[in-house]
T-cell receptor, first 114, second 110 residues
Framework: GAGVSQSPSNKVTEKGKDVELRCDPI?????LYWYRQSLGQGLEFLIY????????KSGLPSDRFSAERTGGSVSTLTIQRTQQEDSAVYLC????????????FGDGTRLSIL | DAKTTQPNSMESNEEEPVHLPCNHS???????IHWYRQLPSQGPEYVIH?????VNNRMASLAIAEDRKSSTLILHRATLRDAAVYYC???????????WGAGTKLIIKP
C-alpha cells in the first residue's frame, strides 16, 4: 500500500522567501507528525496533529513556522522569511492514532536556504 | 533533551548477531521504549517497541532490563542491509512525543 508521501523531495530557495512543504499521510491515519533533522543529528519534534487539530505547537522553532492539516489528511508546513539555519531535512510521519503506535515516515524534504 | 544514551557507532560481521545497547536511567513508569532505524537518505523505519517484557518480531528482539533503566536491541543475524543508524527512543505517554537522541551507527562488515 501507499506510504507517507512528501513533496517536494528537494527545495532550494533564497533567504527571506517563504516555503511550503507538503505531507500526504497513510490513508486512515489520524495522527500526523512533523520533525526536523539536521545533518548527522537525531530528529527534532516540531508539531503533531490529532485529526485537524494541533494540541501541541511547542516544538515550532519560531513564529515563522506554521502548520495546518485539512480534512484529516494532507498537512502543510510553512516557513516564512526563511533563514539559513532553517536548512535541514523536514520529515513527516503518520500513525493510526495518537497513542503508542508505530510512526510511518516519509523520505523527507531536503530544504536548502542560500 | 534526549533521555537515552547510545554508543555513537558499532561494528559487526555479516551473519552474526548484533546487540545494540541503550541506557534510559530517567525513564518513567509509563514511558515506552521504541527502536527505529534510518538508512541513508531515507526516513526512519519502525523496528520494535516494548514497555516491560521482552518483545520479538520478524525484524528483531527487544530485551528490557528488569529495572527498565536499559534495553538491548538484538538483530539475530545481521545482513549488509541492516547497516543503518539505530535510534533508541522513549515514547512519553504524557504528551504523545517521541524523544530522539543521536542514535548508533551500525556498520556491517562482509
Amino acid at each position: 500500500g501507499a506510504g507517507v508521501s512528501q513533496s517536494p523531495s528537494n527545495k532550494v530557495t533564497e533567504k527571506g522567501k517563504d516555503v511550503e512543504l507538503r505531507c500526504d499521510p497513510i490513508s486512515g491515519h489520524t495522527a500526523l507528525y512533523w520533525y526536523r533533522q539536521s545533518l548527522g543529528q537525531g530528529l527534532e519534534f516540531l508539531i503533531y496533529f490529532q485529526g485537524n487539530s494541533a494540541p501541541d505547537k511547542s516544538g515550532l522553532p519560531s513564529d515563522r513556522f506554521s502548520a495546518e492539516r485539512t480534512g484529516g489528511s494532507v498537512s502543510t508546513l510553512t516557513i516564512q522569511r526563511t533563514q539559513q539555519e532553517d536548512s535541514a531535512v523536514y520529515l513527516c510521519a503518520s500513525s493510526r492514532d495518537y497513542s503508542n503506535q508505530p510512526q510511518h515516515f516519509g523520505d523527507g524534504t531536503r530544504l536548502s536556504i542560500l | 533533551d534526549a533521555k537515552t544514551t547510545q554508543p555513537n557507532s558499532m561494528e559487526s560481521n555479516e551473519e552474526e548477531p548484533v546487540h545494540l545497547p541503550c541506557n534510559h536511567s530517567t525513564i518513567s513508569g509509563t514511558d515506552y521504549i521504541h527502536w527505529y532505524r534510518q538508512l541513508p537518505s531515507q526516513g526512519p523505519e519502525y523496528v520494535i517497541h516494548g514497555l516491560t517484557s521482552n518483545v520479538n518480531n520478524r525484524m528483531a528482539s527487544l530485551a528490557i532490563a528488569e529495572d527498565r533503566k536499559s534495553s538491548t536491541l538484538i538483530l539475530h543475524r545481521a545482513t549488509l542491509r541492516d547497516a543503518a543508524v539505530y535510534y533508541c527512543i522513549l515514547y512519553m505517554d504524557s504528551n504523545y512525543q517521541l524523544i530522539w537522541g543521536a542514535g548508533t551507527k551500525l556498520i556491517i562488515k562482509p
